[in-house]
């Protein structure tokens, strides 16, 4: 009896049919999407697929057929609706977004807006909002014409740069958090080179570079490499960043690894326009070509104060460039409004401004030192004494 019992619980879990409408024979798979700027204020949408048929090379048992193991299909429209819809008309399954990971959007599509991507993209419920957002110079679709080298798969590249925080990590998410459209998103760098991987044959290769500002959900400028570093602190992605600095002994160059840090924003008591920026951070010497001792306490205080110094040249400069287009990337409004509420309600109108003209920053870098790798002073000092 209790064996029928368990049997009958059991049919309706074995009766049950497939989660979803569509089987995954079915389904056409989305890894990346690409958005350009079309004519007539139209955009062109490019659905970057994998390929299942491709995925088992024929020499390990797959069916024998040869080529890459992804597709990339573009369709112009007026929305992204109507653009998408346009590329689904022409295939066999049914497009899937559940594996979407990337959107790259052109500089020049993302100069005019992209309001109306984010809209799509908070509106569709099998797009994850938590997906990396990066922009492109010249066509965003060219992207997946580089030589995944490491990967099977184009995308695999640029969703690999903001995971390893070598650029910034931007997502739909944190545009769609913001009160004004205010972000800063990563830009890739794109050049053609002779790969010795290809037999000397030259192809795309796509590296992380500028950052662009936007403003209202359009960017509006850029930081450069150099420049942009110090928004990694401003919001909290430090991981593995290098700093290099001269020595105060001898002005030779030593680089730090900083391998943890953790930022703190408040508006100061005194002045709600000025921001007391809190950092602290541990770090690891990679490479020394000083021969100051860093086993003395002395000259490491004075190495830290050097490398804090550096840090906080990095952030104010990137607040500037910030500042110079009335773009508040890190949420300033946010911290003010939340902090100072009455403050807030009466520059809220004109906030832009306000940050252009008002808001300063008073940043403190707490660094300290914690390993010096496998030799505690400069190997070929000790080689000399030898």
């Given at each position: 009896?209790?064996?029928?019992?368990?049997?009958?619980?059991?049919?309706?879990?074995?009766?049950?049919?497939?989660?979803?409408?569509?089987?995954l024979?079915?389904r056409?798979?989305?890894?990346?999407?690409y958005?350009?700027?079309?004519?007539?204020?139209?955009?062109?949408?490019?659905?970057?697929?994998?390929?299942?048929?491709?995925?088992?090379?024929?020499?390990?048992?797959?069916a024998?057929?040869?080529?890459?193991?992804?597709?990339?299909?573009?369709?112009?429209?007026?929305?992204?609706?109507?653009?998408?819809?346009?590329?689904?008309?022409?295939?066999?399954?049914?497009i899937?977004w559940?594996?979407?990971?990337?959107?790259?959007?052109?500089?020049?599509?993302?100069?005019?807006?992209?309001?109306?991507?984010?809209?799509?993209?908070?509106?569709?419920?099998?797009?994850?909002?938590?997906?990396?957002?990066?922009?492109?110079p010249?066509?965003?679709k060219?992207?997946?014409?580089?030589?995944?080298?490491?990967?099977?798969?184009?995308?695999?590249?640029?969703?690999?740069?903001?995971q390893?925080?070598?650029?910034?990590?931007?997502?739909?998410?944190?545009?769609?958090?913001?009160?004004?459209?205010?972000?800063?998103?990563g830009?890739?760098?794109?050049?053609?080179?002779?790969?010795l991987?290809?037999?000397?044959?030259?192809?795309?290769?796509?590296?992380?570079?500028e950052?662009a500002l936007?403003?209202?959900?359009?960017?509006?400028?850029?930081?450069?490499?150099?420049?942009?570093?110090?928004?990694?602190?401003?919001?909290?992605?430090?991981?593995?960043?290098?700093?290099?600095?001269?020595?105060?002994?001898?002005?030779?160059?030593?680089?730090?690894l900083?391998?943890?840090?953790?930022?703190?924003?408040?508006?100061?008591?005194?002045?709600?326009?000025?921001?007391?920026?809190?950092?602290?951070?541990?770090?690891?010497?990679?490479?020394?070509?000083?021969?100051?001792?860093?086993?003395?306490?002395?000259?490491?205080?004075?190495?830290?104060?050097?490398?804090?110094?550096?840090?906080?040249?990095?952030?104010?400069?990137?607040?500037?460039?910030?500042?110079?287009?009335?773009?508040?990337?890190?949420?300033?409004?946010?911290?003010?409004s939340w902090?100072?509420?009455?403050?807030?309600?009466?520059v809220?109108?004109?906030?832009?401004?306000?940050?252009?003209?008002?808001?300063?920053?008073?940043?403190?870098?707490?660094l300290?030192?914690k390993?010096?790798?496998?030799?505690?002073?400069?190997?070929?000092?000790?080689e000399?004494?030898?």
């Amino acid at each position: 009896m209790k064996r029928l019992k368990s049997l009958i619980l059991l049919c309706p879990f074995v009766l049950t049919g497939c989660w979803s409408q569509y089987e995954l024979n079915e389904r056409a798979f989305v890894a990346g999407i690409y958005v350009d700027k079309a004519a007539n204020g139209h955009m062109e949408i490019s659905l970057s697929f994998s390929l299942p048929n491709r995925l088992v090379p024929s020499d390990l048992g797959g069916a024998g057929t040869t080529g890459k193991p992804y597709s990339l299909q573009s369709a112009t429209g007026k929305t992204f609706t109507e653009a998408y819809k346009k590329i689904q008309a022409t295939l066999t399954r049914n497009i899937s977004w559940g594996h979407t990971r990337i959107i790259i959007i052109s500089e020049e599509m993302a100069r005019d807006g992209i309001r109306d991507i984010l809209e799509f993209v908070l509106r569709e419920p099998n797009l994850n909002i938590n997906q990396t957002l990066l922009i492109a110079p010249g066509k965003a679709k060219d992207i997946e014409e580089l030589t995944p080298i490491f990967e099977r798969f184009p995308t695999t590249i640029p969703i690999s740069f903001a995971q390893r925080k070598v650029t910034v990590d931007t997502t739909p998410k944190d545009f769609l958090e913001t009160s004004n459209g205010d972000m800063i998103v990563g830009i890739l760098t794109k050049k053609t080179i002779k790969m010795l991987s290809e037999g000397g044959k030259k192809g795309l290769f796509v590296s992380p570079g500028e950052m662009a500002l936007f403003h209202n959900y359009k960017m509006v400028g850029k930081l450069d490499a150099k420049v942009g570093r110090g928004a990694f602190w401003l919001r909290n992605l430090i991981k593995g960043a290098e700093v290099t600095i001269k020595a105060p002994a001898d002005q030779q160059l030593i680089s730090l690894l900083v391998m943890d840090a953790h930022t703190k924003i408040r508006p100061s008591k005194k002045d709600p326009f000025t921001f007391n920026v809190d950092i602290k951070a541990e770090g690891n010497i990679s490479e020394s070509q000083s021969d100051m001792s860093l086993t003395n306490e002395k000259q490491m205080a004075q190495l830290e104060h050097v490398a804090e110094k550096q840090i906080r040249n990095r952030i104010k400069a990137t607040l500037k460039a910030s500042q110079e287009v009335k773009a508040d990337v890190f949420q300033f409004s946010e911290y003010l409004s939340w902090h100072k509420p009455k403050i807030w309600k009466m520059v809220k109108k004109d906030w832009p401004e306000s940050y252009h003209e008002k808001v300063k920053m008073n940043v403190q870098v707490d660094l300290h030192i914690k390993r010096l790798g496998a030799e505690n002073n400069s190997f070929w000092e000790k080689e000399k004494s030898l």
